[in-house]
């Protein structure tokens, strides 16, 4: 999917970010399940996870109208961590069948959820990056599947552009991306996809 080049100088490009950058943006960098050392990147330091915020997930019916943003990075955090876990399977499951069913009309629905595109590509961002660490938690190939669909009905994952977001510090969402690329190329790898 990705050629080894561009991992390459993007690791190169965050691998030279300082420690208070790599800390505000340790929910995308830390815990790539071994990803970036299986495509032979060097492993950065080890990030904390954030402290993550108060919320009330967990009185919410697990449904995609029901999360806001930010909620995607707790449910993250709870499964690094292994917080929660009943809650957040469920909730895992729900967002599973939400894009399996969705997967055409998911980001008109989340523009108008978020009333900004901005907004809405972040949320399918954190979706997608949860949505793969579970693939990478279970195993389980409708994880693997969806995220993939999702990587190309999306299409905003241009080489070009994530190498021009990183060199001009434009981080968390790039961070996301690479992450995503990062997790799903490994995993092509490791299913025999694509020769290592």
Known sequence: MISDFNFTNWWIIISKLDDSTLEENASSLNHLY???EYLGLNKLRDLNYPTLPA?????KQPAFINLEQGDLQILRGWLYLGENKPQTSNWAETLLRYAEINQTSLMNKTIAKFQSSKAAWLFLYEMIAFLMDNYFET??????????????????FNTKSITRTLQNHVLYPTLLQVRILIMSETAFRKLGFIDS
Do not use: A, Q, V, Y
């Not at 919320?55 to 009185?59: A, G, I, P, T």
């Not at 190939?141 to 190309?152: A, T, V």
């Open 55 to 59: 919320s009330d997930l967990l009185l």
């Open 34 to 36: 071994g990803c970036e």
């Open 139 to 156: 195993l389980d190939l409708r994880f693997f599947n969806i995220c993939l669909k999702l990587i190309e009905m999306n299409g905003p």
